[in-house]
């Protein structure tokens, strides 16, 4: 019983609630709820999905009109259950729920079998992917970003198994601009182990997504691990915010595949997540994934926190830093599912609700006010904040640039580091080309010799991508906007907004410590980007330090949730959610 009931709370709540479905669900830790989220995830999202026909079959039907202890909502998910799920209603047959639906059983599907027969579909299956394409609204125009687990599997494997029935094309655009019956597959040209299908194909079905052999990951996330490209001469690496664990089991997979076959692999993989909520799901990802002999997870520790001269980080020679957002990139994420409620007897007109849309409050006075000009901003994490003004925005993204900021600066006093990748899901230039000037501006910068990694200077994929950062944001500094890395999610290329820099470090830089002018040692490593090129300079060559500069940084207080970040990953991240339904599309979640 409480499934329901809880469900119906879960999509009833109000626009103050805040949030999107998952956020709601597995980011609410004082939410007092018996059944699994998992299973009320699943429920909510079908239920959603087919709202606009179940609406016609109860609307038609007269269920409600026969069944007054029914409301709308609760109608909607049991008749779902009833009609469209294989198990049928959760809940024992002397139920009343159950009864209520149950016992108009034959005028139920007599309505359902004219709702298929309106929208001139041959079978069941067939109304299902027809509601289902209808339901993917903007995700529908992108295709399933997954990546290739290296852990567990190959490319090459995955193409004779899991994908063996699809269709290879050659661009991304064939994929998405595809028939909804076909399987379409795309193997990048930039992210090695990387594949674009076809947006209908429901990949959490399948034995290798459940097993973690592959995993949902937009493309865009998967380039910050591989901009960093860590060798085993780096050293260590840190993900300084990690769940829901994409980019970290990334990283980590990049440093397992430079391991000679039978060697046993020297390098960590530090992992850090603030947030103990966000914690247990980055430890169920990398566990998932087969990461786990590598990773060394910090549950629950905040990376600011961190000291970078305690002899555990000694070798940490690469950073990948993914702070919190303001998530203006991420497809998908802006709102609640559109739910189609029955009509109430007596009530005049049918209900359409969609949650963060045409919110309304009252006035001392009674009087509602309109808030529909008002934005509503919801960062990397799910967190909304209604922003009523341009001067909001400019103060939130001032805040969150600033904690972006003294990320990335306390990033660059680790004594070994070399190389840093520094990433937003954000489309804002405040929290994007404007840190990176801000960073190499920084004392700590000059004084440690830390520069923008040029794009001749970028692994092959990396440096053939064709978008790169904004020269008015960059200062007009053209090989600063060179270096930087970006996406937009309405350019036809498939992939959500995103943005991504990366700092090596000068090796002949002095770094002053307690008094003393030190060099860095091992000055002639080679960067592992770009191999032949005639500018093989400083910058192309990391050294490590055996002692760090303390900089002194002031660490502001982390807008809304903290370090955790991690946008391909929405999601509480997928491994979170039942793999049977309701997953979010396309991974656009980290």
């Known amino acids: 019983m409480s499934l329901y009931h809880e469900t119906a709370d879960i999509l009833s709540a109000p626009s103050s609630t805040g949030g999107n479905l998952k956020t709601r669900l597995f980011g609410n830790k004082k939410r007092n709820i018996k059944s699994p989220p998992q299973q009320i995830y699943a429920l909510a999202s079908e239920a959603c999905k ?5 609406k016609e079959v109860i609307d038609n039907s007269e269920l409600l009109r026969h069944e007054r202890k029914l409301t709308p909502v609760l109608a909607l998910l049991l008749v779902h259950d009833f009609l469209l799920s294989r198990n049928g209603i959760a809940l024992p047959a002397s139920h009343g729920l159950r009864a209520a639906v149950e016992r108009h059983k034959a005028r139920l599907t007599a309505e359902l079998t004219r709702a298929r027969l309106r929208k001139k579909a041959a079978s069941i299956d067939a ?4 509601v289902t394409t209808e339901s993917l609204g903007e995700a529908g125009l992108y295709p399933r970003w997954v990546r290739v687990n290296t852990f567990k599997t190959t490319l090459e494997d995955q193409l004779d198994t899991t994908f063996k029935d699809f ?8 994929v998405i601009a595809g028939s909804t019956a076909n399987k379409m597959l795309h193997v990048d040209e930039h992210v090695p182990n990387l594949v674009a299908l076809s947006p209908m194909f429901e990949i959490t079905k ?18 910050p691990a591989y901009l960093l490209d860590p060798q085993p001469e780096d050293g260590d690496v840190i993900d300084s915010c990690s769940a829901p664990g994409n980019k970290t089991t990334h990283v980590a997979a990049i440093v397992k595949s430079r391991v000679a076959e039978g060697d046993e692999c020297k390098q960590k993989v530090y992992a850090f997540e603030k947030d103990q909520h966000r914690s247990h799901t980055l430890d169920k990802m990398v566990n998932l994934a087969g990461a786990q002999e590598i990773t060394r997870m910090s549950l629950g520790r905040d990376f600011l926190k961190v000291d970078p001269n305690a002899p555990l980080y000694k070798n940490v020679g690469a950073l990948l830093l993914d702070p919190s957002c303001s998530g203006s990139g991420i497809v998908g994420r802006d709102a609640m599912p559109t739910i189609h409620l029955p009509e109430q007897p007596g009530a005049a007109g049918a209900k359409k609700t969609q949650l963060n849309k045409n919110r309304k409050r009252k006035r001392e006075d009674g009087a509602a006010e309109d808030e529909g000009r008002q934005q509503i901003l919801v960062d990397d994490d799910g967190q909304e904040l209604v922003v009523s003004s341009q001067k909001e925005m400019k103060m939130r993204l001032e805040a969150l640039s600033s904690f972006q900021l003294t990320l990335l600066l306390h990033a660059f006093t680790f004594p070994a580091a070399r190389k840093v990748t520094y990433s937003t899901c954000s489309v804002h230039a405040e929290e994007n080309e404007q840190v990176v000037l801000k960073a190499l501006q920084s004392e700590v910068a000059m004084e440690r010799g830390w520069r923008i990694k040029r794009r001749d200077q970028q692994v092959k994929g990396m440096r053939e991508w064709p978008v790169r950062g904004s020269l008015e944001a960059s200062g007009g500094d053209e090989e600063i906007a060179e270096a930087c890395i970006r996406s937009y999610k309405d350019d036809g290329r498939g992939v959500m907004g995103f943005f991504v820099a990366g700092f090596v470090r000068d090796p002949g830089a002095k770094v002053e410590v307690a008094g003393k002018q030190e060099t860095p040692a091992n000055e002639h490593h080679e960067n592992s980007g770009q191999k032949g090129t005639e500018d093989q300079d400083s910058s192309n060559r990391n050294g490590s330090v055996s002692n760090g500069l303390k900089a002194k940084i002031t660490h502001p207080k982390p807008p809304l949730n903290g370090t955790g970040s991690d946008s391909s990953d929405t999601t509480g991240s997928e491994s979170d959610v039942d793999s049977s339904d309701g997953e979010e599309w396309g991974g656009f979640a980290d």
């Open 206 to 223: 399948t034995k290798a997504y459940t097993s973690g052999a592959v995993i949902l990951q937009d493309k865009a996330s998967c380039f």
């Open 50 to 54: 087919w709202s606009s026909v179940l």
């Open 167 to 174: 269709t290879k094309v050659t661009s991304v655009t064939d």
């Open 127 to 130: 109304l299902r992917q027809l």
